[in-house]
């Protein structure tokens, strides 16, 4: 388990269009704050979001969404760089077979493509943006998963973000590893050239940079969990473990 250092965190947040962007160091007085009137604006809208800006002050606005268009965050304050070349993905814990992938060994499996609205906890929205990779759950067969594994706990290149899932969200076919993202190879700043993709949930569950899956027997709540962000954080608005109206295949 991680210890939040108030002031440590950073977000750098992309803005209109000729809008340099900015890092944002964020205390965790001011992360959660963030948290709680940022998901209110998921369900009451621009008001709340100007509510939001207003609270937490000019500089930390600029987090907030501003139309339909990306927002860029780094918890790390850097945007890791990894060639294509070079990417490799751990996938190890309760397996049989533990398996590095490389970006080849990816794009060389049955891939899916998925047209999804992207959501953000705070508010903001992208709608119809195109993806593809590999169904984490074929990742899972390949490996082949051993008794007792309960969930995945995912490591970012950033070296600060994780993130989580159960074992059946894990296996739902809209949670992807993604190597593709509207129509070209995923960007440094969006997360590449690999990150996950959960569809039925909240962006921050999507971590960048995946570097490693380990296989776990408990979940372990990820970054945004321990600064005050639900475990399991569906669209819907549901917190609970099984994914609303799903059935994990």
Not at 87 to 97: D, K, Q
Not at 165 to 175: E, G, M, S, W
Request: a neutral charge.
């Amino acid at each position: 388990m991680r210890s939040y250092t108030p002031g440590v965190g950073a977000a750098t947040a992309s803005g209109a269009a000729g809008d340099p962007e900015r890092t944002v160091a964020v205390g965790r007085r001011v992360f959660l704050g963030m948290a709680a009137l940022g998901a209110a604006g998921v369900v009451f809208g621009s008001a709340v979001q100007r509510g939001v800006g207003h609270a937490l002050g000019s500089g930390l606005a600029r987090l907030l969404p501003g139309g339909d268009n990306f927002q860029i965050y780094t918890v790390s304050g850097t945007f890791p760089q990894i060639a294509p070349g070079a990417y490799r993905l751990e996938v190890s814990g309760l397996v049989r077979h533990p398996r590095t992938f490389s970006l080849a060994d990816l794009e060389s499996m049955p891939s899916v493509r998925l047209v999804r609205t992207f959501q953000c906890v705070t508010g903001w929205r992208v709608p119809g943006v195109h993806w593809e990779g590999v169904r984490l759950s074929d990742l899972l067969d390949a490996v082949g998963v051993a008794p007792g594994a309960v969930a995945l706990a995912f490591e970012s290149y950033d070296r600060v973000d994780t993130e989580s899932l159960t074992l059946d969200q894990a296996r739902l076919p809209d949670v992807i590893v993604a190597y593709r993202m509207l129509d070209a190879p995923i960007t440094v700043e969006h997360g590449g050239p690999v990150r996950l993709y959960v569809a039925p949930m909240f962006g921050y569950k999507s971590i960048k940079w995946l570097s490693a899956i380990r296989v776990v027997d408990s979940v372990v709540p990820g970054y945004w969990e321990e600064n005050g962000y639900p475990v399991n954080g569906w669209l819907t608005g549901s917190t609970t473990a099984p994914a609303p109206g799903t059935v994990a295949r």
